[in-house]
């Protein structure tokens, strides 16, 4: 279903924003129909007090499976073409980044 909310802040990777009945929720910069590394990041397309409209995708989750209280939302259009591990094999070549390096235990 589509919503419309303020933007509460803008990270490098995604966007909060601040919807009706006090929901929230965060489009991922790959939702935002950005290239990664080109047309400024989120902070050229989303400023904290702007106005959105979005069309939620799912409950958002924390590492561990339990619910954030927050919404994922994309603003790509229906047909846009999403990576997910159904329509991923093994050998497929995808743009990404390196989002955090940690120690490997």
């Known amino acids: 279903s589509e919503v419309s909310g303020t933007v ?3 990270k490098a ?3 909060d924003v601040k919807l009706e009945n006090r929901w929230r929720g965060r489009i991922h910069i790959t939702e935002a129909g950005l290239q990664l590394a080109s047309e400024g990041g989120m902070a050229a397309q989303f ?10 995708l ?7 499976g339990s ?16 990576l997910t591990l159904e329509s991923t094999s093994l050998g ?3 743009d990404g980044f390196v989002q955090q390096v940690g120690v490997d235990f």
């Open 58 to 64: 799912d409950i958002a989750h924390a590492p561990d």
């Open 92 to 94: 497929d070549s995808v």
């Open 67 to 82: 619910d954030t209280g927050a919404l994922e939302l994309t603003m790509l259009p229906p047909s846009s073409k999403r």
């Open 47 to 56: 400023k904290p007090g702007a106005d959105v409209q979005a069309v939620v």
């Open 13 to 15: 990777l995604h966007a």
């Open 8 to 10: 509460s802040s803008v």
